[in-house]
Nanobody, 115 residues
């Protein structure tokens, strides 16, 4: 069973930065694409960034384009999300999972951006 362990969230002021990490317990890590989702209060969970198996292709939801960067380290079974220029609208619980076909969710990591 694939498991996800997200970390790196916290409370930050608007304009600040955070780096999220997700360790994925999957023997097939290096051949799978991965994505970051987020769920804001009162809203549905949405896919905001994804990265191809080789890491050469990334895609972003429009609201985070140019501010967030997804990356992966296949040697560490880890997916990262570097977040810059954070705004209060980025406040959410962030999760990693398979893009478009999520498996069982991890606990996520809370990101709170104050104005």
């Amino acid at each position: 069973q694939v498991q996800f362990a997200e970390s790196g969230g916290g409370l930050v002021q608007a304009g600040g930065s955070l780096r999220l990490s997700c360790v994925v317990s999957a023997s097939t890590f290096r051949i799978n694409p991965w994505g970051w989702y987020r769920q804001a209060p009162g809203k549905e969970r949405e896919l905001v960034a994804r990265i191809s198996s080789g890491g050469g292709t990334t895609n972003y939801e429009e609201s985070i384009e140019g501010r967030f960067t997804i990356s992966r380290d296949n040697a560490k079974n880890t997916v990262y999300l570097n977040m810059n220029a954070l705004t209060p609208e980025d406040t959410a619980v962030y999760y990693c999972n398979v893009p478009f076909r999520p498996l069982t969710w991890g606990q996520g990591t809370q990101v709170t951006v104050s104005s």
